[in-house]
């Protein structure tokens, strides 16, 4: 196995960067029909900034993730204020998801959930196309199979 980082596809950027337009767009509307004269103003360019700056924290949130498979476990960080470091070994593993929602599934992008004996240590990686997410599914349920025999 590598020690080498992944990271997440980009496509996953990018249906962030589309939810935080559409709430930012929907904020404005709604501001421009219920408030009036300068405060509407003031009120469309709070909503405005706000939008840059959560773009701003999607982009670092999304640098943030990534994982290495590693000969007896998984490691996956992320998180920007707090980072955090999951070690998943192959053997713990009891079984592993592969889920999407309707927008992951317009963006060609899955989550692959990994699930072991202690229910804290449950990890996720988000983002991943679809094809990886099936390849990393398999590849850790042979691993955790192999680990868990004694082989």
Known sequence: MSDDWRGISRSYLRLREVEVTVLAIAAVIVLAILVHGLWRVLAIAAVLVAGVVAGFVVQRRFNAWGYAERADDLLVKRGVLFSRLSVVPYGRMQ???VTASPFERIFGI?????HTAAAASDARIPGLVKAEAE??????AELGESQAAGI
Do not use: G, K
Request: net charge positive; hydrophobic share 50%.
């Open 95 to 97: 079984f592993i998801d």
């Open 110 to 114: 899955a989550t692959v959930r990994m």
């Open 135 to 140: 390849r990393l599914r398999d590849r850790l």
